[in-house]
């Protein structure tokens, strides 16, 4: 049954260290609950804003883009739909909005361990729909390729099924088929506010035989344009299917140190502060390179064998590449735990140990790890993954979209570099070749948001960052709800037509008003 509280507006802070103020809070635990309060909120022009977890760190979380809405928190609409219909014959998971991708994996691996799904390198707890909707990219793709056949009440109080699944949920078009038949609505709940998704269509996929990562240290950092040219040729030739990551120094060694730290303290009895020094002298041994790069290969024995051989033979001058299984992590971690009283074969164990679960990410295995690096970063260990909200971390994504041209991206990152520095600020960046044409980097800077001037530098960094990005002719492809206006702002014309759509599917402008559109 639905439920709502009043609350003292200060739920939507987060780590951005902007938010906006929240009235109340409504938890609808189905469709029907969710448009009667569409419908009663149109009679009081109470603006909405869903969320599916509220774990949409470094965008705003849970904070709404204008102050004064209501949130609808979605988490309690966590059901798999079609559970006992999901098998490899029909890799297809109907799923509300509060179901996360490790509710997802472990279901799979209890039920149906064949399949595997696209996850993201965020936490365990965060939203499938939620992060696909956002166009968040995961480790085989473009999240939003993985969601079709949409449920979605409209501001209006109109319910739609986009696609096939307008037939009726027993059609067997209905969870199979996703383009439909006419004009394509989906794209319009991508990043809009015309409506609130309450289920879609998510795609699964078979595992294969042999799966491999494989990364490469790339030996010179001048030769990054080449690096990027020839990684997304592999990509179009479909060597490397996967979506490869390609992560500067800062991000690399970042998302070791609390795997590095940890290994220290529980097994060579270090302290906190002798941990944290021998892990980044370790880190210098272990992951020296400006550049390093994780995809995955997969296929049968054979499919696989040759594709190392070829990234092998066109990369050895370029990188180091070196493949990665559970297996070799295995031995090799034996190995160098069983001699760390030798100082490199300590480094390696606590390497080994900190990129256990980031090789898994890349063969489809959700993990906390990349939150679990903040909040030891920011001595908050004792949090869970999902209250990082509630940590001094404070984190801003400027996340734009790149050509596959890498002396494109080497020039935009050497300017972005700049603008940082300038700012006292260090860029933590992943470039991610998600398609066959294009790229888009992750890109945040790292501040404390307990003290106030450096939530406010870090705010003037971030514009300073997004001027650029538009100098430069390209834009943003994921907006922080604290930057919206300015997204608008830049195209009224554009930004014109995606209001005019609201108004026929939300005419009284009570959905997420102002995010990803016209603030009126």
């Not at 991508?190 to 309450?198: E, R």
């Not at 790069?293 to 054979?302: F, V």
């Not at 050509?403 to 940082?420: E, F, H, Q, R, W």
Request: overall charge neutral.
């Amino acid at each position: 049954m639905s439920s709502h509280t009043s609350v003292n507006g200060l739920v939507g802070e987060n780590i951005t260290g902007y938010h906006n103020s929240v009235l109340t809070i409504h938890k609808p635990t189905s469709t029907q609950e969710v448009q009667k309060l569409v419908l009663e909120s149109r009679q009081t022009k109470s603006p909405l804003y869903p969320i599916s977890c509220g774990l949409n760190w470094g965008y705003g979380s849970a904070s709404p883009a204008v102050a004064g809405c209501s949130l609808v928190d979605l988490g309690g609409m966590n059901r798999i739909l079609n559970a006992d219909k999901i098998s490899v014959s029909n890799p297809v998971a109907v799923i509300e909005p509060g179901v996360t991708q490790g509710q997802l994996y472990d279901f799979l691996q209890s039920n149906c361990p064949e399949l595997t799904f696209n996850v993201t390198g965020s936490a365990r707890n965060t939203s499938l729909i939620g992060n696909a909707l956002d166009r968040g990219v995961g480790y085989f793709g473009p999240r939003k390729d993985d969601l079709f056949g949409l449920e979605v009440v409209c501001g209006s109080g109109q319910i739609i099924k986009t696609g096939f699944r307008r037939l009726g949920e027993d059609s067997p078009l209905a969870h199979s088929h996703p383009f439909g038949l006419g004009p394509m609505l989906d794209g319009l709940f991508f990043q809009g506010n015309f409506g609130i998704v309450t289920s879609a269509c998510f795609r699964l996929m078979p595992r294969r035989p042999k799966e491999v990562a494989v990364s490469l240290a790339l030996r010179d950092s001048s030769n990054l344009g080449l690096f990027i040219d020839e990684l997304a040729r592999l990509k179009r030739e479909g060597l490397m299917a996967s979506v490869t990551h390609i992560a500067n120094k800062a991000r690399s060694q970042a998302s070791m140190m609390f795997g590095m730290t940890t290994y220290l303290k529980d097994f060579c009895n270090f302290s906190d502060t002798n941990a944290l020094i021998e892990a980044e002298k370790a880190l210098q041994v272990v992951a020296p390179n400006e550049w390093t790069s994780l995809g995955a290969i997969t296929g049968n024995t054979g499919q696989v064998a040759a594709a190392i051989k070829e990234i092998k033979q066109r990369m050895k001058k370029l990188a180091r590449v070196s493949v990665i299984t559970d297996g070799l992590l295995d031995v090799g971690y034996a190995v160098m735990h069983n001699l760390r009283f030798f100082s490199f074969a300590r480094a390696n164990a606590a390497a080994i140990s900190a990129i256990k679960p980031l090789h898994a990410l890349a063969l489809g295995v959700p993990t906390d790890v990349a939150i679990n690096n903040l909040l030891w970063k920011y001595a908050r260990c004792d949090l869970k993954a999902t209250q990082l909200d509630q940590s001094s971390c404070g984190l801003i994504f400027i996340s734009p979209a790149l050509p596959s041209t890498g002396d494109v991206v080497v020039s935009l990152i050497d300017g972005m570099n700049k603008i940082a520095e300038a700012f006292n600020h260090k860029l933590y960046i992943t470039v991610n070749i998600e398609t066959v044409n294009s790229l888009v980097a992750v890109i945040n800077i790292l501040f404390d948001r307990s003290k106030r001037d450096e939530v406010d530098n870090a705010h003037r960094c971030a514009d300073a960052l997004l001027n650029y990005i538009h100098t430069t002719g390209l834009e943003i492809y994921r907006a922080r709800s604290d930057m919206m206006e300015n997204i608008v702002s830049r195209d009224y014309s554009y930004w014109n037509t995606i209001r005019s759509l609201k108004k026929t599917f939300d005419p009284d402008n009570i959905i997420s008003p102002g995010r990803y559109n016209i603030k009126l």
